[in-house]
């Protein structure tokens, strides 16, 4: 039963543009979202959340929106980065409890 | 500032052999604990997790378990390995009702 799903395991977008990820998600009692980061081998950092009484948060190149009634959440990253190449997770929780997570999305920045 | 210390950051063990794995938490009281596994395919799995000393929450049925001797300590341990148990382990923490979650520098462990 995967409540959180990412449907693209990867995405490649060239330097400057825009990317976008994508999440959905299929338990209404979550009411909290987040994003991590992940390089190989290290684990995953926090990179920006949303609650669910908000449509959108930004924080500098990062943008998370939110639509509740269609279960689904994305991040944008604008102008992206060759750092920015990594794996981007998708979590949810309810009730600021345990974090359930998505399988991921590998992003590669291409100069 | 809070830190979650996590090791070995790599182990090899053979099949059949115990196992056990460290995770403590500096700066902070009373956390709730985790431990996740990275497989291929299913990105981060919630093992198990833990609101308080002798706590534990099992997600999925395993060849693991899990114990909280400690407020700031969560061990993960198997008596013997299997070669599934491969994997990619990380330890976490969180404090509510702040939701985000972080996480300690991971284990690779190989079961041969």
């Known amino acids: 039963d995967q409540q959180v799903k990412q449907n693209s395991p990867s995405l490649s977008v060239q330097e400057g543009r825009i990317s976008i990820l994508n999440c959905d998600y299929t338990?209404?009692?979550?009411?909290?979202f987040l994003w991590y980061k992940k390089y190989p081998a290290e684990g995953p950092t926090f990179l920006i959340s949303?609650?669910?009484?908000?449509d959108k948060n930004e924080d500098g190149r990062f943008t998370v929106f939110l639509n509740k009634s269609a279960k689904h959440l994305s991040l944008h990253i604008v102008p992206s980065q060759p750092g920015d190449s990594a794996v981007y997770f998708c979590?949810?929780?309810?009730?600021?409890?345990?974090?359930?997570f998505g399988q991921g999305t590998r992003l590669t920045i291409n100069p | 500032s809070q830190t979650i210390h996590q090791w070995p950051a790599t182990l090899v063990q053979p099949v059949g052999s115990p196992l056990s794995l460290e995770c403590t938490v500096e700066?902070?009281?009373?956390?709730?604990l985790y431990w996740y596994r990275q497989a291929a395919g299913r990105g981060l799995q919630l093992l198990f997790y833990?609101?308080?000393?002798?706590?534990i929450s099992s997600e999925v049925p395993q060849n693991l378990s899990a114990s909280r001797p400690q407020d700031r300590q969560f061990i993960l341990s198997s008596k013997k390995l299997l070669l599934s148990d491969s994997g990619f382990y990380l330890c976490?923490?969180?404090?509510?009702?702040?939701?985000?979650?972080?996480f300690g520098q991971g284990t690779r462990l190989t079961v041969v």
């Open positions: 976490a923490w969180s404090r509510p009702p702040v939701a985000e979650a972080f």
């Open positions: 338990n209404s009692m979550f009411d909290y």
């Open positions: 949303i609650s669910s009484i908000k």
């Open positions: 979590a949810a929780s309810a009730g600021a409890q345990k974090l359930v």
């Open positions: 700066g902070t009281s009373n956390p709730n």
């Open positions: 833990s609101v308080g000393i002798g706590q």
